[in-house]
């Protein structure tokens, strides 16, 4: 029997979204800690765990340092003020950074020095190694290091968001007192920030950090003194943009302007080595105006996210996993034009294990098809040397229309986009910044193509970005149609997103901000009523966060109504399972591995229509998809792409017991484990099983085709 609503209400319970995205950062730093790994792929996964936990500093613990000094003491829907959570942040951030190089040193660098990869420290280095670092540190380094005193001649330098830095305590021999003058070391982004020692005929090349090599050498720059202490160090800036659309004229001009005030955002942390003296300390954060509650003392090279230039830098395939073919539709790779293959029927691409190389065939061909007439095109985030913009700008060359929504805003991509909307102005492209207040996050590309008569719709709808780079280590679905009830609203789409329209109708599409969170709860109720009158009711979701709370209180009604839900939600969460009266029909699941899980899909069982319902695309389930952002969800209506999507995709990632953790309600997360006497299974090793299977199938197919 379902409980009465009063009961279910008084039961609501919700996870902070702070803590929950560290717990995401935990389960990054626990691949590093996994030796089924290959071990170069560990120290990559460290490198993660520092990438995230800058932008996080940057972004999120930034605003609620913000609320603080404002005395704003509103709490979230878990109840936390902005105080607490700062608290609990840095208790949990503290002990992941002290476990993270208990990982380095422990476990990768030992594991790297088996494998004929040391890592050097000024104790370790041979003389051979230290008379070739001195040689390089005179050659290529010191010629472009600026020493600063600080004296009442010399102010206090302005340090940059996320730069490396030395600190030093100086002495002057010649006088009796003990001085502590403080000197810097900045050192320019351009040297590499670590350095490969070439080896010889009997010992390996080995590896050492920059910030050691400046710590070796220090005392060149400052000639004639004593250095008491050296210590790198690195301070984290507010990087969040203050802009107000509505009182901008030229939104590329203001976002170049705010770039650059960026760069001297407040300090939000400072990282700095251990064993720095208390006095130094104090006078630096003084100086940057920071509380020593932001201050995390580092036993270790500063910056892991560093090991990703060492990963580029080793030529070692044994230690990294094996590449991946990807596998290219024969249909699409055989038909005339791209065109020709979609019109028959549709296709749907599961990234990285089918090729992305039709996706950009798409547009590749659009612009020299002397048929096509237009192109339009969304773009969040896009490689430096894209082949799609390439695409773009050579169709724009050939008197084709070409429009492209490009998001100046796509936080950290800001520079990158606004570089390319430039050239792309510049090559004829109609280019267009989107809605005030929104941020263009769908993925759709729209092709008009003359076909006889009359003129016939083309389009890609996706789950990811056009970037041909991410779409090589993220997952991700791609969608290509003809089918005109898509098509036409896709265009519609494009025409709301460059013109005016205040509540666009769409029937096929579920597009935010208009419809997608009104839909997307009608039919989670809808799931509820179902079970409620004893029919079968089922919710499946893939996506990377949950924290609406209208969304998860209705789930919360589904789970007391019977409907079984299974979530698999890759971060940030914040709803909770498991409990009794409130969600134990809710399962959540957190998937990672070598591929970063990225496609968003929605599975409802839809009992009392013709068949359930299927959609992916664009967006998650926070406030800022729903309201926020331009995003885009399409049903999955072919029938042998629903079977593929159902069976193949989504029950191959419920299945997973090797690279799938749990959500406890106590906000943990723990491993699944397989049935007896069976192997733990791995969704994407079984992707990547099923590729090589298809393509040894096509591969045979061509040649029996040429036999014949």
């Known amino acids: 029997m379902p409980r009465s609503k009063s009961s279910a209400q008084s039961k609501k319970a919700y996870f902070n979204r702070e803590l929950s995205w560290l717990a995401f ?24 765990v520092s990438s995230n936990l800058d932008e996080f500093y940057e972004i999120r613990v930034s605003g609620l340092i913000q609320k603080v000094e404002a005395n704003i003491t509103t709490a979230g829907i878990d109840g936390l003020g902005p105080k607490e959570q700062l608290r609990r942040i840095h208790s949990v951030t503290a002990s992941l950074v002290a476990d993270q190089y208990r990982c380095w040193h422990d476990a990768i660098v030992p594991a790297l020095e088996s494998k004929g990869i040391p890592f050097k420290t000024k104790e370790t280095l041979s003389r051979r190694e230290l008379r070739w670092l001195k040689g390089y540190f005179e050659d290529q380094v010191q010629p472009v290091l600026t020493p600063l005193a600080i004296d009442p001649a010399h102010p206090f330098p302005q340090f940059g968001n996320k ?58 720059l400052f000639p004639g003194y004593r250095i008491k202490s050296v210590h790198a160090f690195r301070i984290t800036r507010n990087s969040d943009l203050y802009i107000d659309e509505e009182e901008v004229e030229n939104l590329l001009q203001t976002i170049e302007e705010e770039l650059h005030n960026l760069r001297k955002g407040a300090a939000v942390r400072l990282e700095i080595e251990a064993g720095v003296p208390d006095p130094l300390l104090d006078e630096l954060l003084d100086a940057i105006r920071l509380p020593r509650q932001h201050v995390f003392t580092i036993n270790g090279p500063l910056n892991l996210m560093r090991l990703m230039s060492v990963y580029d830098l ?54 020299i098809d002397p048929k096509v007439l237009a ?59 989107g809605f005030v207040g929104l941020k263009t996050h769908c993925k759709c590309c729209l092709v008009v193509r003359r076909e006889g008569d009359g003129l016939r719709r083309f389009a890609h709808v996706g789950t990811g970005n056009y970037h041909t780079k991410t779409a090589r280590l993220y997952t991700d679905l791609s969608l290509l ?44 109720l809808q799931e509820a009523r179902n079970a409620r009158k004893g029919l079968p009711a089922r919710i499946i979701v893939k996506c990377n966060s949950l924290i609406d709370k209208e969304t998860i209180d209705h789930l919360y009604q589904a789970s007391q109504a019977g409907v079984q839900i299974d979530l698999l939600i890759r971060g940030i969460c914040g709803l909770v399972p498991g409990v009794k009266g409130m969600s134990e029909n809710i399962r959540v699941r957190s998937l990672l591995g070598r591929f970063l899980e990225h496609s968003r899909i929605f599975y409802f069982e839809n009992t009392r229509g013709e068949r359930p319902l299927l959609f992916a695309g664009s967006a998650d389930w926070m406030a800022r998809n729903f309201y926020r952002r331009n995003e885009v969800i399409y049903p999955i209506e072919q029938e042998d792409l629903r079977k593929r999507i159902l069976e193949e995709v989504i029950e191959t990632y419920l299945k997973d017991t090797r690279n799938a953790t749990q959500l406890r309600p106590s906000g943990s997360y723990t491993a699944l484990t397989a049935p007896k006497d069976e192997a733990p299974f791995s969704a994407q090793d079984a992707f990547i099983a099923l590729t090589e299977e298809r393509n040894r199938q096509a591969e045979t197919l061509a040649n029996e085709t040429l036999s014949s």
């Open 481 to 524: 149609t003809a089918e005109e009830d898509i098509t036409n609203e896709v265009a519609q789409v494009f025409n709301t997103l460059t013109g005016f329209a205040k509540s666009p109708e769409f029937r096929k599409l579920m597009v935010a901000p208009y419809t997608l969170h009104r839909k997307m709860n009608e039919l989670i």
């Open 314 to 367: 080793i030529d070692r395939p044994d230690l990294k996993f094996p590449n991946l073919l990807p596998h290219y539709p024969p249909a699409l790779r055989q038909a005339p034009t791209i065109y020709d293959a979609i019109r028959e029927q549709d296709y749907i691409l599961h990234h990285p294990f089918d090729s992305y190389e039709p996706v950009v065939e798409f547009v590749r061909q659009a612009a």
């Open 163 to 220: 730069s490396m830095n030395i600190l030093l305590w100086l002495d002057d021999p010649d006088t009796p007192v003990n001085e502590r003058m403080m000197a810097f070391i900045p050192v320019p982004r351009i040297l590499p920030r670590v350095i490969r020692i070439p080896g010889s005929s009997r010992v390996p090349d080995s590896y050492i950090f920059l910030s050691d090599l400046l710590k070796l050498f220090a005392r060149h």
């Open 25 to 48: 950062n935990r389960r990054v730093l626990e691949q590093a800690e996994d030796d089924r790994y290959p071990l170069l792929e560990r120290m990559k996964y460290l490198s993660f």
């Open 375 to 433: 192109i339009k095109i969304t773009l969040y985030r896009t490689s430096s040397d894209s082949p799609i913009v390439k695409a773009l700008r050579h169709a724009a060359q050939l008197n084709k229309q070409v429009t492209v929504l490009i998001e100046l805003k796509a936080r950290f991509d800001e520079a990158n986009n606004i570089n390319w909307a430039k050239v792309m102005e510049e090559s004829g492209i109609h280019v267009v910044y």
